[in-house]
């Protein structure tokens, strides 16, 4: 689902409902305003507000975002917890063998 965008299902660890905002929705908050503060915004104070995507749901993903994600491999395993994490098992090797060799030379031209 988040692949395609779709993010009404994505929870932190509490079960809290992690909202995605529109970052072309920005805009600057007037002093007195309590938009998006529980406080009204005081007078020099700067503070910008995000709107939600409606539904928690991007709409028209861009193309080379999308063939981005589909490199990386999907969910193999149910995840642990509300927000489904540890949902992706690898048997592969995690160590690997380097030989490094490092050299240095000094050399004092007179």
Do not use: W
């Amino acid at each position: 689902m988040e692949r395609q965008g779709d993010f009404s299902q994505s929870f932190d660890t509490k079960g809290n409902l992690i909202v995605i905002y529109d970052p072309s929705s920005t805009k600057l908050q007037p002093a007195g305003s309590t938009v998006c503060t529980a406080t009204p915004v005081a007078a020099g104070q700067t503070v910008y507000c995000r709107s939600p995507f409606p539904g928690n749901k991007i709409p028209n993903l861009d193309p080379a975002g999308k063939a981005i994600i589909n490199s990386y491999p999907t969910p193999n395993q149910h995840g642990s917890g509300l927000s489904s994490v540890n949902n992706f098992f690898s048997a592969s090797p995690t160590s690997s063998i380097q030989d490094t060799v490092n050299s240095r030379l000094d050399q004092q031209v007179h």
